[in-house]
């Protein structure tokens, strides 16, 4: 009977035992998992802070970059620092791309380490367009980058002049401006409508006989708002191929009833060789012409405050700078230099030391030259293009070296470091830059018209080229997402598109 009883009891102490064991197991486990739940709510805490504290960085460099762009929109460029914050150092970053001179997309990053082996990011984007460049440039500033890769560019749409072939080129707003060598020397191109495939019908009919005296060599079209009448005219400045009358001011707001509304001639000093009119570039207000190599001045300021108005400004019996070589292309903009606003004008040209040319034009009346470059080999500057502060230059081609180069123009009064450059294998008669792509004319057989990758400077890469016979000199120009070109081969007016 006892042994009996102490083996119940043996049993039953074991079961105690057992019991306990696995409550406390159970313990155990209950324990683990709210230690857990404690520090992971504590490490979702801590990321949230965290993420918050990248998000307010990301968030505070967006704002600094639009207020530089307020006051200063081509200086906004790309840019990294560290900032701390606690214990923590994050890396944060300005990627900022120029879609087009009056464009930016701007991304704001912030990163950082919350382990060895763990790494978070926040990323913002937004994107800031210059209002103020855009009227400088009289709405003749494209405001969207390509949305196609530009991989297989096809003709969308063409015409033929009758008569007369193509000299010169501008579109604005969809219509191609484009200057003859026969009367009446001009001819318009309405492509709002125009379809696919179409071959005819793009060129209108003048209704009221306009006709020019004699053809343009280069056109630049702009919107204008008057104040004093609160109407939007679009108004067609012409260099004109003729001595005197080298400006002349084209009404061109009603497409089908072109007004010439004003003439203008150069000093009599002007004279020699090449007096003509020769290149044209309108911002803010100034109209800038230039002649060819000849006697007298051939760099000229116009007041255009009043488009049917223009006056040249200068004193004396003859206006002008005298550069001493030809303008092939020039372009101009505003920008800040030691926080103070000036204008400067790059031109390409054909003085062998003086390829890129750089003028201080902030004071029309006291225009100086404020730096050059001398690039290898004995090629003249023929395209300039200034998007953001990248200044894209094209040249003659060149045996051995590059033909196209980029160069940072952040202060132009000191050395432009070159950012990158491209043998393209020829000439680079023209250049419209667009996002991530640079459009180029060429005098390249079976390769006129080319397509490079730009993203990346260092590595400016081909993305197509396109047989376009005969293109002509400044005979491309950009409105998304077309490449208007012209050239001497039929049909010598094209629309471009990427196929879709």
């Known amino acids: 009977m006892k042994a009996q009883l102490f083996g119940n009891q043996s049993r039953e102490q074991g079961s105690s035992t057992l ?113 103020a460049g855009s009227l400088a440039l009289g709405g003749d500033c494209a405001t969207e980058a390509p949305e ?137 207000s100034k109209l800038y012409l230039t002649t060819r190599y000849t006697a007298g001045p051939e760099f000229h300021i116009f007041d255009v405050s009043d488009p049917t108005a223009p006056t040249e400004f200068g004193t004396g019996a003859c206006k002008g700078f005298d550069l001493g070589d030809t303008a092939e292309s020039l372009t101009v903009a505003d920008q800040y230099v030691g926080g103070i606003k000036r204008r400067f004008a790059y031109l390409a040209t054909d003085e062998m030391d003086k390829e890129l040319r750089v003028l201080d034009v902030t004071n029309p009346l006291a225009v100086t030259e404020v730096n050059s470059i001398n690039l290898p080999g004995v090629q003249d500057g023929q395209s300039v293009y200034l998007s953001g502060n990248k200044l894209f230059f094209g040249r003659q081609s060149a045996p051995s070296g590059p033909d196209l180069y980029v160069f940072d123009v952040s202060d132009p009064t000191l050395p432009m470091p070159l950012l990158g450059s491209q043998d393209i294998g020829t000439g680079v008669l023209s250049i419209r830059v667009a996002g991530r792509f640079a459009f180029l004319s060429t005098p390249k057989v079976d390769k006129e018209v080319q397509i490079w990758n730009i993203s990346k400077l260092s590595n400016i890469t081909l993305i197509k080229a396109y047989n376009f016979g005969n293109v002509t000199n400044q005979g491309i120009d950009y409105e998304p997402d077309f490449l208007y070109v012209t050239s001497l081969a039929t049909p010598n007016f094209q629309i471009l598109r990427n196929k879709p």
């Open 148 to 284: 196609s890769d530009w991989d297989d560019p096809e003709r969308f749409a063409s015409d033929t002049l009758s008569p007369g072939k193509p000299v010169a080129l501008d579109v604005l707003n969809a219509k191609a401006y484009v200057g003859t060598d026969k009367t009446p020397y001009l001819q318009i191109a309405s492509t709002s409508y125009a379809i696919y495939e179409q071959t005819d019908g793009l060129f209108i009919d003048f209704t009221n006989g306009f006709a020019l005296a004699t053809s343009s060599n280069a056109l630049d079209a702009i919107s204008f708002y008057d104040s004093t009448t609160d109407e939007t005219k679009t108004y067609l400045f012409a260099a004109m191929d003729s001595r005197p009358g080298q400006l002349a001011v084209i009404d061109v707001t009603d497409i089908e009833k072109p007004l010439l509304v004003a003439t203008r001639s150069l000093s009599s000093c002007v004279t020699g060789s090449f007096p003509q009119g020769w290149r044209i570039y309108y911002y803010g």
């Open 19 to 131: 019991e306990v064991l696995i409550a406390l197991g159970v313990l155990v486990v209950s324990l683990s998992a709210t230690i857990m739940v404690v520090f992971g709510n504590q490490s979702v805490v801590v990321d949230t802070a965290t993420n918050n504290e990248g998000l307010y960085l990301t968030g505070k460099l967006l704002e600094e970059a639009a207020d530089l762009a307020k006051q200063n929109f081509t200086a906004l460029s790309s840019a990294t620092s560290t900032e701390k914050s606690g214990p923590l150092l994050f890396d944060t970053a300005l990627e900022v791309i120029d879609e087009s001179p009056c464009k930016k997309e701007v991304t704001s990053s912030a990163s950082w380490a919350t382990s060895s082996l763990r790494t978070q990011k926040v990323l913002l984007k937004t994107v800031l367009a210059d209002i």
